[in-house]
């Protein structure tokens, strides 16, 4: 999906293609590592906050490869989120504060980045 949104946004060469499927490649794989290692430690409430991360800092490199500092910004706020899950969590709120405060922040900012992307192209 991410090489085919790079040749409609003119990035049709064969570098971007390859690098969003890395990034593309990394992603689930990082996913995976992080459920694994929650579950492995016993804290699986960290899984909401390990995959918020995962997919914030994944935004960092399309923000280049697209050449969309859009997704830069999604990437900065995503990171946030997941901060402040890990905050949330640290305070002592239970998992479903944490999968709330997270999964709604998260949505907020993709919602969010979407939208500008629709209206701004």
Do not use: K
Not at 1 to 21: F, K, N, S, Y
């Amino acid at each position: 999906m991410d090489v085919v949104l790079a040749v409609l946004a003119g990035g049709g060469g064969r570098e971007p293609e390859v690098g969003v499927g890395l990034v593309d490649a990394a992603e689930p794989v990082a996913v995976f590592a992080v459920i694994a290692a929650s579950n492995a430690s016993g804290r699986p409430e960290l899984i909401p906050v390990g995959i918020c991360l995962v997919v914030g800092l994944h935004f960092f490199p399309l923000a280049r490869l697209f050449d969309q500092r859009r997704y830069r910004w999604a990437a900065i706020l995503l990171t946030a989120v997941a901060l402040a899950g890990l905050a949330v969590l640290a305070a002592g709120a239970g998992s479903e504060t944490v999968r709330a405060v997270v999964g709604l922040g998260a949505a907020l900012v993709l919602w969010g980045t979407s939208f500008h992307v629709v209206l701004r192209g």
